[in-house]
């Protein structure tokens, strides 16, 4: 179309509803119905506020109507100006200058006003992502029956600047007739009383322009009942919020009250709207658009128990704080900061701490070199960018019997690295044997993963799950992902996974020089493991049955351990000599229990002389066992 006439059309159509024509004719008449038993009034009030309400507001009405329809004709014919001069003017432009009218057409709504907010969002925030949703609603409202809408997206998604948008289009008289000149008004139910909500809603009813919202409608279970009525009146619109999660637990328990709704999604916006979102917002704010590229990038990335655009809003205010020009390094050190977790470019001490990372594990860690490697060069992998993004950073199954450093060996990589142990999300597999548990484990796992994306996920005893855990986690190893029973997904491409298993214990306390290959062909045939599952791990790592003289190192470092903590608490020096040494490990070595009888023979051998040496009143000095 000819872009003058095009801005020709948006604005006599304009120009027609900036003055509420429709309405005001339609409800010219109106008010005498509505507010002729207008509350508990005296003689002397009625006739002030039949004076006030309707004659002034008569006059004011037509009035409107006549200026409105002054205006309009000079819109038409404004035509040829249009026409011969391609002025562009956008339909959003005339939309964001509203009209005026509306409110004189209804009448009054002061309980709603005191208890209520009109919804109406900035012109100048534009709407990116939504547009799909903003059709349904519309349509939802439009409908014959069931003209209600339920509006179901988690905190941080969209949902009240999406029903801000819808007031600021209302407002502007451009919108779906079952919008156009209507107010947007969310009802702020907390703290209200029963009859202070039933007044509210009888306002909103019979005003003839109200559109209700109540958000988060899970937490207010005892008034579904008391709006069943409301949502089949046939000129009334609720819309309620609430979320994916309260969706399924709460609301699906009402059936009857569900399906006075017609249920809008609204999901996460893409990389790309999110980013336009953010450009939108940072205006006034000094940025450049390859810093805001990174906000969005590292917030995707890093924070993973917030959706978009949220999380990224979140970031741009902290940098709001700065004030001053925005640059990458600026947006690294916020998230940084934030997430506790290393980000940008690597600093020199947190090379130093990679380079040394499998010297520092091979010292805590013995007899285990492979796995010590594996794991090692998984992290730096993940650190430096290199990984498959599609995939967790790294995933490895240990197979080994008990007590030869499996569970050691994540809690080293965890302490090393991310400098806690409690970076290690841990899951003992066989609370999840049941099948009716598999679903306990996906809620369980996703909310661990969003609370921290970069983590290291320790499945202790896999063999103990059912089958069908190793199904959920198939898509977990495979696509880094997991998807929940309301459709959302939970991210762990930053992750490391490590699984443990005993299963083939016996083979490799055998024949410590068992073949990889040999021992997983051996537990493929026991239908133990899958072997589709068995190919999603990057690495399946033996863990070696423990000789003597590993058991002899082991305790040395148990030994050091326990003798630091001494130090530290009662000022007592532990005497570790070669024979206590030897004493404890001969003790405590066993091939099929590897080191924990080890620690057993620490508290008979060491702890106990210890105790009695206190008991004894002994403080601080030497203590020589022997």
Do not use: C
């Not at 051996?522 to 990057?538: D, H, K, Y």
Request: glycine content about 6%.
């Amino acid at each position: 179309m000819h872009p003058g006439l095009e801005s020709w059309r948006y604005f006599v159509i304009y120009a027609f509803n900036a003055f509420s024509i429709p309405l005001l004719i339609k409800t010219l008449l109106a008010p005498w119905k509505q507010d002729k038993d207008a509350g508990e009034l005296g003689v002397l009030e009625r006739v002030v506020f039949f004076i006030f309400s309707r004659i002034l507001g008569l006059i004011a009405r037509v009035i409107l109507i006549i200026l409105g329809l002054l205006f309009t004709i000079v819109a038409v014919i404004s035509f040829p100006i249009f026409f011969f001069i391609p002025i562009k003017i956008s339909r959003e432009h005339f939309a964001n200058m509203g009209s005026v009218g509306a409110e004189l057409s209804y009448g009054s709504t002061f309980v709603l006003n005191k208890h209520g907010q009109d919804l109406m969002s900035d012109p100048r925030q534009k709407l990116f992502g939504k547009e799909k949703a903003v059709r349904m609603i519309e349509r939802g409202l439009a409908r014959a029956v069931n003209h209600n809408v339920l509006l179901v997206g988690d905190t941080g998604v969209g949902k009240t600047t999406t029903l801000g948008y819808l007031g600021r289009l209302a407002h502007s008289g451009l919108s779906d007739p079952s919008l156009r000149h209507h107010r947007v008004v969310s009802l702020l139910v907390e703290g209200m009383s029963e009859t202070d909500f039933d007044t509210a809603l009888h306002e909103a009813e019979h005003s003839g322009n109200v559109i209700l919202v109540i958000e988060n409608i899970h937490s207010y279970q005892a008034l579904f009942t008391r709006l069943m009525s409301y949502l089949k009146a046939p000129h009334f619109n609720i819309i309620v919020t609430t979320d994916f999660s309260n969706y399924d637990r709460v609301l699906k328990q009402y059936p009857e009250f569900l399906a006075q709704f017609e249920k809008v999604d609204l999901f996460p916006p893409t990389q790309e709207e999110t980013i336009a979102i953010i450009t939108n917002t940072a205006s006034g704010i000094r940025i450049g658009a390859d810093a805001i590229v990174e906000i969005v990038r590292l917030a995707d990335r890093l924070i993973g128990n917030q959706p978009e655009p949220a999380k990224s809003l979140a970031i741009l205010d902290e940098l709001r704080t700065l004030g001053k020009k925005i640059t990458i390094e600026d947006v690294q050190e916020i998230v940084s900061d934030k997430t506790n977790m290393p980000v940008g470019t690597m600093s020199t001490d947190e090379g130093a701490v990679l380079r040394r990372l499998e010297q520092t594990m091979r010292q805590k860690i013995v007899g285990q070199d492979q796995a010590v490697q594996d794991v090692s060069q998984a992290l730096v992998r993940l650190r430096t960018g290199v990984s498959d993004p599609k995939k967790p950073a790294g995933s490895f199954l240990f197979l080994g019997p008990t007590g030869v450093g499996k569970t050691q060996t994540a809690k080293v990589l965890a302490e090393s690295y991310f400098g806690r142990q409690n970076a290690m999300i841990r899951f003992d597999m066989s609370e999840f044997a049941l099948p009716e548990n598999v679903e306990i484990l996906k809620e369980r796992l996703a909310t661990a993963i969003e609370e921290t994306p970069l983590a290291l996920v320790f499945f202790d005893e896999l063999e103990k799950a059912d089958h069908r855990v190793h199904n959920l986690l198939l898509q977990v190893l495979d696509e880094g992902r997991l998807t929940r029973g309301d459709g959302r997904e939970a991210n762990f491409k930053n992750a490391i996974i490590i699984a443990t298993s005993n299963a083939g214990s016996a083979l490799l306390v055998a024949n410590p020089l068992i073949e990889k290959k040999a021992l997983i062909d051996e537990l493929i045939r026991n239908n133990i493991f899958a072997p589709e599952f068995l190919n999603r791990f990057n690495d399946i790592v033996l863990f070696k049955p423990l000789s003597q003289a590993q058991a002899k190192e082991i305790t040395k470092l148990m030994l050091s351990e326990f003798a630091e903590r001494l130090y530290a608490d009662k000022k007592i020096t532990l005497d570790i000599t070669e024979a206590l040494i030897g004493k404890v490990s001969t003790a405590g070595f066993d091939p099929e229990f590897g080191a924990r009888p080890i620690k057993r023979a620490m508290e008979e051998i060491v702890e106990n002389k210890v105790a009695e040496y206190v008991m004894a009143g002994n403080t601080g000095g030497k203590l020589t066992i022997v």
